[in-house]
């Protein structure tokens, strides 16, 4: 017992500290939230679809929900069926795979919908292209409202990318 105390002393603390608050995170969040307020109501949902991606944008969109980024604050929440969605974010090259399930969670989405292409795959193909197992840019597969260019885009300029599509709205 005491060699644990003994070594947690000796140890100290692990925990990386916090990085400094990014207020720009808060200002395009803020202005999010009021855009929100002029289209939706309250808040946004979205539905996240992962198209055939490496899983770097997902990391970066998971991270948009932690407690750190916390983007709930400003209205928006990520749902479970495309069938509850304002807003469909997809991720990835469209692998041939998923196009069928793509188009029909296209489909699912209650009009308006709005379609953002996540990363630079997402956008063009990426380095992956169109080939026999991709079917390269989401908007190959379905209409695309906007795109987010990044490998991957931060969780800044995916509140940027949102911010752009709303207010063109
Ligand atoms: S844009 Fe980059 S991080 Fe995103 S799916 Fe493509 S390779 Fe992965």
């Not at 992962?50 to 750190?68: I, K, P, Q, T, Y």
């Amino acid at each position: 017992m005491f060699h644990v105390l003994f070594k947690s002393f000796k140890t100290g603390c692990l925990t990386e500290k916090l990085p400094p608050r990014d207020e720009s995170l808060d200002q395009v969040g803020e202005a999010c939230r009021e855009e929100i307020a002029r289209l939706f109501g309250k808040s946004m949902a979205v539905r996240m679809v992962d198209a055939g991606s490496c899983n770097g944008c997902e990391l970066e969109m998971h991270a948009v929900n932690n407690g750190f980024y916390d983007i709930e604050r400003f209205g928006i929440h990520f749902v479970a069926s495309p069938r509850h969605a304002d807003l469909l974010l997809v991720t990835g090259p469209v692998s041939r795979h998923m196009q069928a399930a793509l188009k029909r969670t296209y489909d699912a989405t209650p009009s308006p919908k709005v379609v953002i292409a996540m990363g630079d795959c997402a956008a063009c193909g990426g380095e992956f292209g169109v080939s026999y197992a991709s079917c390269g840019a989401v908007s190959n597969v379905i209409p695309v409202d906007a795109v987010i260019r990044g490998c991957p885009p931060t969780p800044l300029q995916l509140l940027q990318g949102i911010l752009e599509v709303l207010k063109a709205r």
